[in-house]
């Protein structure tokens, strides 16, 4: 059964950093697509970032210049680096990707447990 597994969540004042990180376990084929979103109180979840298995990235625009996402294919695990956190960031993260784990090769998605991120002003 596969699995995502998100750590690195937590309170940081504005201005501070943190970095995310989203292991996927499991008998896997081949992860596709992996990407970070968040939900805020009371808002909808929104996409901040996604890398391709091709090494393209997208940003939401409101992350561009301060988010940086990546991945480590040999681990399978995918990183969102967070600097100049303002206090709208504040929301909890969720990991999210596209696997193969059946011999037809056909993407299931899947989905991170969710970290708190904390940013006071």
């Known amino acids: 059964q596969v699995q995502l597994v998100e750590s690195g969540g937590g309170l940081v004042q504005a201005g501070g950093s943190l970095r995310l990180s989203c292991a996927a376990s499991g008998t896997i084929l081949r992860v596709y697509r992996m990407a970070w979103y968040r939900q805020a109180p009371g808002k909808q979840r929104e996409l901040v970032a996604t890398?391709?298995?091709?090494?393209?990235?997208d940003y939401v625009d409101s992350v561009k210049g301060r988010f940086t996402i990546s991945r480590d294919n040999a681990k399978n695990t995918v990183y969102l680096q967070m600097n100049s956190l303002k206090s709208e960031d504040t929301a909890v993260y969720y990991c999210?990707?596209?696997?193969?784990?059946?011999?037809?090769?056909?993407?299931?998605?899947?989905w991170g447990q969710g970290t708190q991120v904390t940013v006071s002003s």
């Open positions: 999210n990707a596209g696997i193969a784990w059946a011999h037809d090769w056909r993407e299931y998605d899947y």
């Open positions: 890398i391709h298995s091709d090494g393209g990235i």
